[in-house]
């Protein structure tokens, strides 16, 4: 017997994890679900695009006076821009469906008191939670992402553009992911971890629609703008990496951890 | 037969223990010392067959001291525990009984530090599970009330899982997870999911997770309750085994299997204690199930 540390035991409780995860269909649902559902937004979308340019190009043969196709029907602003929006509206429904077990499921068959007297800390089961979703979202993640990759490269979209794109929709997989897990943590109901990490992904999409009706209350209008995932997501996708907008997705995960983390001490002391 | 393979493992875990203390002191690392230690170990323990229970008879109390002091636990304006005051020595078989909502399982949730108590103090080893939970956990083995085990894993998968969870790594968790299939004969079952197995392999199981560190504390809840008779036979014969070795803390609310296994016995009513003391006098007056009832012992 060897005396081991912190990472062992967490190494343990991801191997658990994995073990669960891909021990059930639903991970594999979901990842077909995923890759199916941005399969479909991408054609639909390459359809609609093909059925203008097939509309500009009858009507030039039909002597009308459209003889040009205008600038902003091209890949990327008729495919790609819509297909990531779509996709990340996608994600909210998604990926709580993944996070939804992942702690409730041991609180309601009970084994949430064997992991916690066993020689994991809180600290090391949360990390070890999270580390294992994050995993499988990022697997999601590379999966979904061959549709847009492609129309980026047709696109004449360059390389950088596409890791930007990539970034974006993977940390904004990663926040959904961790919203999720905090639901999941503060449960033993997947179905209210499900239903309430749909609400506060829902919720925290955008706000942008509101600013307009509140020039009184500036400052209500900033936070608001603030807290919303779509704009900050929307420059990724323009292929801007913005430090302000890459603290955004790493504090929403951070201030998830320390919820989660706070679950389980509350579980102490509530019961 | 089935007597003597326990006894055999019981000793050879008794060993186990007393030279992986030592072991821990003098090195971090498995060397080879330690590999000689554990084939003279496992030498030793073919030599052992009744003569493993008289040793550990004789061997020296080990196991932990509970005590707790006014001890209480309030959910909202719910009493499940109050001013309860208990100590449980090194070595002992100690049985918690009590009706549905007595308590029992709030005490034991105390001493495993899955929950706070709300005032009095609590130490397992002189350590406290409520600030110190981690020296507490070192020490303990839980089995829950059912088997709170993952269906989805394979009996092998879970046992390396619960060994790593308890720093058991390599060739020690190996070692570890062999000889808990071996001590509680889950040699058929080691490959199956653990929710194809029937409820008593199950609790099997359960009791084995909380052998693999060897813990000096065993806290069992309701070890045997949905178990068919042959079942509850196996699971008593493993517990009885362990008297003398391990600090055992028994929850259960059949009289019989606590007469059968513990040496003093407590009655919790309603989160207090009704009376306590040596298990036979405990149970051995015209209606001890009056106890049950919250009415005080004579």
Redesign the interface.
């Known amino acids: 017997m060897t005396r081991i540390g912190s990472f062992t035991r967490i190494g343990a409780l991801m191997k658990k994890e994995l073990a669960v995860l891909f021990g059930s269909p639903l991970a594999y649902l979901v990842l077909t679900l995923v890759v199916l559902v941005a399969g479909l937004i991408f054609f639909d979308h390459l359809r609609a695009y093909n059925q203008i340019l097939f509309l500009f190009q009858s009507s030039t043969m039909g002597g009308f006076e459209t003889d040009t196709i205008p600038d902003h029907v091209n890949l990327r602003d008729t495919v790609f821009f819509p297909v990531m929006e779509n996709l990340g509206l996608t994600l909210i429904a998604v990926i709580p469906m993944i996070t939804m077990r992942v702690f409730a499921e041991e609180r309601s068959r009970g084994t949430d008191e064997l992991l916690v007297t066993t020689r994991l800390s809180p600290n090391e089961i949360v990390l070890g939670k999270f580390a294992v979703t994050y995993f499988f979202v990022v697997i999601a993640m590379l999966a979904s992402f061959v549709y847009p990759a492609m129309a980026i490269l047709q696109g004449g979209v360059g390389l950088q553009h596409l890791l930007a794109v990539f970034t974006g929709l993977t940390l904004l997989a990663l926040a959904l992911a961790s919203i999720g897990l905090v639901c999941s943590a503060w449960t033993s109901s997947q179905l209210i971890a499900v239903v309430a990490s749909w609400a506060i992904g829902y919720v925290l999409w955008d706000w942008s629609w509101i600013t307009p009706f509140l020039r009184e209350a500036e400052s209500v209008a900033r936070f608001l703008d603030g807290i919303s995932m779509h704009p900050r997501y929307s420059t990724f996708a323009e292929g801007i990496v913005n430090l302000a907008n890459l603290a955004y997705f790493v504090g929403v995960s951070i201030v998830a951890y320390a919820l989660a983390r706070s679950a389980l001490d509350w579980k102490r002391i509530a019961g | 037969m089935h007597r003597a393979r326990l006894s055999r493992c019981l000793s050879k875990a008794c060993r186990a223990r007393n030279e ?1 203390a030592t ?2 002191v003098t090195e ?3 060397g080879p010392e330690v590999d000689q230690r554990e084939q003279e170990r496992t030498d030793g323990a073919q030599k052992l067959t009744s003569e493993g229970q008289a040793e550990a008879s004789r061997a020296p109390e080990t196991g932990v001291r509970v005590e707790a002091r006014g001890l209480s ?1 309030h ?1 909202g304006s719910h009493v499940a525990l109050e001013g309860l005051d208990l100590q449980i020595e090194k070595g002992q078989a100690f049985g918690l009984l009590g009706a549905n909502g007595a308590g029992k399982t709030t005490f034991i ?1 105390l001493v ?5 108590p709300s005032s009095g103090e609590l130490t397992v080893d002189g350590h406290s599970p409520a600030t110190e ?2 020296e507490v ?2 020490r ?1 083995g ?1 089995v ?3 088997s ?3 269906p ?2 394979r009996v092998r ?2 046992l ?11 060739s ?1 968790l190996e070692a ?1 997870v062999e000889r808990v299939i071996e001590r509680f004969h889950l040699e058929e079952v080691a490959g199956r999911w653990i929710g194809q197995l029937s409820k008593g392999f199950q609790q099997r199981v359960s009791l084995a ?1 909380a052998f693999l ?1 060897d813990p000096p504390l065993l806290i069992v809840d309701e070890p045997t309750s949905g178990l068919d008779p042959l079942q509850q036979k196996e699971v008593r014969d493993v517990l009885r085994a362990l008297r003398g070795n391990h600090t055992l803390i028994l929850c259960t609310h059949d009289l019989s299997e606590a007469r059968e296994l513990t040496e003093r016995a407590a009655i919790l009513h309603k989160g207090r204690l009704v009376t306590e003391g040596p298990t036979q006098e405990v149970l051995g007056g015209n209606d001890p199930l009056a106890l049950f009832r919250g009415e005080a012992a004579a």
């Open positions: 992986r072991a821990d971090g690392g498995r636990r959910f949730r495993t530090g899955v929950l706070l939970p981690a956990r070192q303990l839980y829950a009330e059912t709170r085990i993952y989805d894993l998968s879970f390396r899982f619960a060994g790593g969870a308890r720093d058991l790594v390599g020690g570890a997770q560190h």
